[in-house]
């Protein structure tokens, strides 16, 4: 077995003291940081989250392994950087209200952050106004990243857009969305600027939105 499919299984078996040996073994054996990251952390989650829908396995069990994959992804986080010291803009980055799914958002944060932009992450279950709040407090954001991963807090992204508006601040932002339940139909409902299906379709998209050309679009 390979060290990567090694730390793939420590994580999906939760695992959590074996994790840090893992990574360092994997990035050993000559796995890419970025690989490292995708397959030896965030498969295992996608694995868990069929055998979670099957009834296979239960919430104890995404937690340890979502804890699992946290350690792992503290241990690859500087060998993710660009070392491109410029900034490229700054992006809030938030789970909506009602949403205490944060592994995607954070993943998106993560790349975002290597790849030269600076993050400003307020966390999960956000509430609108604090949405407002944040971007108040950082007036030169140029992007709020929203991520929801359940059917009924998908529109607590419509509400939160709305917020901005009432506060009068929509105009001054990009507003990008993610998250399994949404789709590119969904972002235009809302009014988002754009919707991204993965962190790393999410980075290219946040550059575009900035005006930098990227060498996949
Ligand atoms: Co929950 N959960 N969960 N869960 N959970 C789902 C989402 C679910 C689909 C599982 C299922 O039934 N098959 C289901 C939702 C069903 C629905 O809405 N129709 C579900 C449910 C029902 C629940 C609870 C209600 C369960 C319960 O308590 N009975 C509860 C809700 C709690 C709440 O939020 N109020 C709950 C709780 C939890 C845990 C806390 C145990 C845990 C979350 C831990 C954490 O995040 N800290 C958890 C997990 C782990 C999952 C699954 C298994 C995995 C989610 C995940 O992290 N995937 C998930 C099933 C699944 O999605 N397959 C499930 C890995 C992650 C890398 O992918 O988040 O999709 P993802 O992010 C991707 C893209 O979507 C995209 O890029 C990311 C990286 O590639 N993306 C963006 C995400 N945000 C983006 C933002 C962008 C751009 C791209 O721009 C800003």
Redesign the pocket.
Known sequence: MSKLSELSAIVEYGKLREVEAAVEGALAEGNAPIDVLNIGL?DP??V???K??LGEIF?PE??I??RCMKIGVEKVRPLLSSGDVKSLGKVI?ATVA????????N??ALLLGSAGFEVIDIG??VEPESVVEALQENTDAQII?????????MYAMKDTIEALEEAGLRDRVKI???????NQKFADQIGADG????????VD?AKKLVGISTSRS
């Open positions: 965030v989650i996608n868990l989250g069929e979670f829908r919430v995404l937690l392994a979502s980055c009602g949403d205490m799914h944060d592994i995607g958002k993943l998106v999960m279950d990243g929203l991520s929801a991963l359940l059917t009924t807090t990008m969305v993610g998250g399994a339940p949404v919707y991204a299906t993965n962190a790393t379709s999410a998209l």
